[in-house]
């Protein structure tokens, strides 16, 4: 395992500087002093493992990930709990997740154990950054991109991987109405809809757009060959809690990203005395089912929302209102059960936490 060095010249940032900015941190405003990076190049792999400090990174205009996209990325985060302790939350499974991605963009994989060695030290090195106010954590963003001088359709020869860090306010903080867009869709079968790539997150942007042009907060995709099948929520995995006690999610096939408070969701479910269900899940089955009161709860999740409440689906032909209209009882609960093993004021019963400092 290669270990990421510290750049024993960074500058820190004061401490009522800090401060100020953990006031207010929204989402990506302030970046705590390092970031992570090391190169990967066909002679010698991965190497040049550094934490330096966060700032510009010199490049070509001929970039390759600029000219041809290859770029993937992750996000995790990590929580101080009331004794002053910080932990990541489930870091092996960003650290596997980003591998897959890096085969599917044809890019390679960064060693699990050097993913989690990045994302530790980077949190070690910034701990004044780790929020203690409810709600606020500090988010990692792992990232990689073919980083060679390329004008030419190949695989890239250099790879650069970096780490970000940022304290943050939930992403959603509100309840959500979900537009689903007659004209757009995130994937397609042999797609790279399980890979968290840049590309899939570029190509949603118009149908946000479109969404929040109907008075709704995010996308329900469907899916692209028939347009009658679930898949995601804008950029959070989605799911539902039925009248007879399921909490049922669209099944992984390889158009869905594979989501780690998704999993993490469907592991706990069963304590709130609902069985968790991997399905495929149709779009008339779903307003049926909000229509006729089988469905009482809709919600979304991901690493940067937590768990955001659905309340209302909206297409060109109708409007759907969830349940009451307001957050279901499950779907608090869940993000209460969540949040309190983030936070520690849960048991940790699956060991999904890795202290840091």
């Not at 940022?166 to 079968?189: C, E, G």
């Not at 890979?195 to 692209?224: F, P, R, T």
């Amino acid at each position: 395992m290669a270990t990421f060095a510290a750049d024993p010249s960074v500058p820190r940032t004061p401490a009522d500087k800090i401060t100020a900015a953990l006031v207010d941190p929204g989402f990506g405003r302030y970046f705590v002093d390092h970031m992570a990076r090391a190169v990967w190049t066909p002679e010698a792999g991965w190497h040049d493992h550094a934490l330096v400090a966060t700032g510009p990174i010199p490049m070509h205009p001929g970039l390759a990930a600029l000219q041809y996209g290859q770029e993937i990325f992750e996000g995790l985060k990590a929580f101080r709990h009331a004794d002053g302790s910080v932990w990541l939350f489930r870091p092996e499974m960003n650290a596997a997740r980003f591998a897959r991605s890096a085969e599917r963009m044809q890019m390679p994989p960064l060693p699990i154990s050097d993913f989690l060695d990045s994302v530790t030290r980077l949190v070690e090195l910034n701990l004044d950054w780790v929020p203690s106010a409810p709600d606020q954590s500090l988010y990692l963003r792992p990232f990689m991109f073919g980083s060679e001088t390329l004008i030419g359709v190949r695989a890239s020869n250099e790879y650069t991987y970096v780490c970000l860090g940022m304290p943050v306010m939930p992403f959603y903080p509100d309840p959500l109405k979900l537009w689903v867009s007659p004209h757009y869709a995130r994937s397609m079968v042999g797609g790279t809809g399980d890979a968290k790539c840049g590309g899939n997150y570029g190509a949603s942007m118009i149908a946000e757009n479109e969404a929040h042009a109907q008075g709704c907060g995010q996308v329900l995709w469907l899916d692209s060959a028939t347009r009658s099948w679930v898949e995601e929520s804008g950029t959070m995995n989605f799911l539902v809690v039925t009248a007879d006690g399921e909490l049922v999610t669209p099944a992984l096939n390889g158009q869905i990203l594979a989501g780690i408070t998704r999993d993490s969701l469907l592991t706990i479910a069963a304590a709130h005395g609902l069985r968790a269900v991997e399905r495929p899940l149709g779009f008339a089955e779903l307003c049926a089912g909000i229509e006729s009161g089988v469905i009482t709860e809709a919600l979304a999740c991901g690493t940067a929302a937590v768990v955001s409440p659905v309340i209302g689906i909206k297409t060109p032909d109708l409007e759907l209102v969830v349940g009451d209209g307001t957050p279901g009882t499950k779907t608090r609960e869940l993000r209460a059960h969540l949040t309190g093993i983030q936070f520690g004021t849960e048991p940790d019963l699956h060991g999904w936490l890795h202290r840091v400092g």
